[in-house]
């Protein structure tokens, strides 16, 4: 049996590779609306090869820890990205790439108010909102083409929460 990947907290430095954490935290990049707004500006590497931006709505229904990963996705034509509408916590499995198939896998648990830009490509888990149902905006590629593969596991992977 395959060890179980332990979810770390998500910080930006360590989900870097994957992709963009999306929060409002330290200082305003500018202060905007005569003072009254920050603005933490052009927080996520969005890349569409073709198509445009989109935003969709997704809600999810919730999931747990331990969690079972038996699938993870790539969207080879854009990135796509998670912003937490109700301030629900999400489970990000993500794994980098080795002929075209998911490896070295590993977990993140993002806090109230944090959310992802995931690079184009990067294989990831499905949304999953830990604990109670969630609802998001997503910023994705819209056009022609296909801009999914999925990967299923044959040994489901175990998510455990973080250790002590």
Sequence with gaps: MTAPLIAQPLTAADFAPYGDVLAVDGSPDRMINAGLC???????????????????????????????????????????????????????????????????????????????NLLRNVWHGVLAPIGRAGRYAVIDRIGPGDNLEEFHFDQPLTVEGPRP
């Design 38 to 116: 920050g603005r933490f500006h052009d927080r996520a590497r969005l890349e569409f090869l073709d198509g445009r931006a989109g935003i969709s709505l997704f809600d999810a229904e919730a999931r747990h820890l331990p969690y079972s990963l038996d699938l993870m996705e790539r969207h080879p034509m854009g990135s796509q990205a998670f912003i937490p509408l109700d301030g629900v916590p999400m489970l990000l499995c993500v794994a980098t790439d080795e002929a075209g198939r998911p490896a070295r896998p590993c977990a993140f648990l993002s806090q109230p108010g944090q959310g992802v």
